[in-house]
T-cell receptor
Framework: DTEVTQTPKHLVMGMTNKKSLKCEQHMGHRAMYWYKQKAKKPPELMFVYSYEKLSINESVPSRFSPECPNSSLLNLHLHALQPEDSALYLC?????????????FGPGTRLLVL | QKEVEQNSGPLSVPEGAIASLNCTYSDRGSQSFFWYRQYSGKSPELIMFIYSNGDKEDGRFTAQLNKASQYVSLLIRDSQPSDSATYLCAVNGMGRRALTFGSGTRLQVQP
């Protein structure tokens, strides 16, 4: 089973709202990732968690706040977003977070900020 | 120079033909190479991965890697309209924790 699930599928929020994106995997993977993808562009890495510790933050604005409550769950808390933050947010997981591993993507959350 | 380069396309092939998608990378330390397929509005789906020089076949798909030339390709035999999608090449290596993606090649298979 190579399934990563994400909720919600779609989200519309205003610039003053607080919302959270959720990602879950039950493959026993210890590394989880958040990517952001704008239309007709490749995914851009935002955060990497390895063994529940944040190992990479790609200079993401503080209005995005990741959380990894356990090795199966990854959240992305959103606050005071801007319209330019509208994008497809992708979660991925891999075995341990080593460079050669395959990453498996979830279906994504399409976010629209008004 | 971008780390991973792909022709954006669109690459148009007739149904039943072989589609050839190419990717070059700049980091000689790269060790793992992935091809993802992405339909419009959907998330990337892993098609193939390859670590060693040479060919790797899986059904209608063949990945080819040439580390000396820093080149990786994906061949799709007997192309079907359902193969129409954007194909993302991604590269990784030891010491790096995340994939580096190319910008993707859009493939159109004409019925």
């Amino acid at each position: 089973d190579t399934e990563v699930t994400q909720t919600p599928k779609h989200l519309v929020m205003g610039m003053t709202n607080k919302k959270s994106l959720k990602c879950e995997q039950h493959m026993g993977h210890r590394a989880m990732y958040w990517y952001k993808q704008k239309a007709k562009k490749p995914p851009e890495l935002m955060f990497v968690y390895s063994y529940e510790k944040l190992s990479i933050n790609e200079s993401v604005p503080s209005r995005f706040s990741p959380e990894c409550p356990n090795s199966s769950l990854l959240n992305l808390h959103l606050h005071a977003l801007q319209p330019e933050d509208s994008a497809l947010y992708l979660c991925a997981s891999s075995l341990e977070g080593q460079g050669t591993e395959t990453q498996y993507f979830g279906p994504g959350t399409r976010l629209l900020v008004l | 120079q971008k780390e991973v380069e792909q022709n954006s396309g669109p690459l148009s092939v007739p149904e039943g033909a072989i589609a050839s998608l190419n990717c070059t990378y700049s980091d000689r330390g790269s060790q793992s190479f992935f091809w993802y397929r992405q339909y419009s509005g959907k998330s990337p789906e892993l098609i193939m991965f390859i670590y060693s020089n040479g060919d790797k076949e899986d059904g209608r798909f063949t990945a080819q890697l040439n580390k000396a030339s820093q080149y990786v390709s994906l061949l799709i035999r007997d192309s079907q309209p359902s193969d129409s999608a954007t194909y993302l090449c991604a590269v990784n290596g030891m010491g790096r924790r995340a994939l580096t993606f190319g910008s993707g090649t859009r493939l159109q298979v004409q019925p």
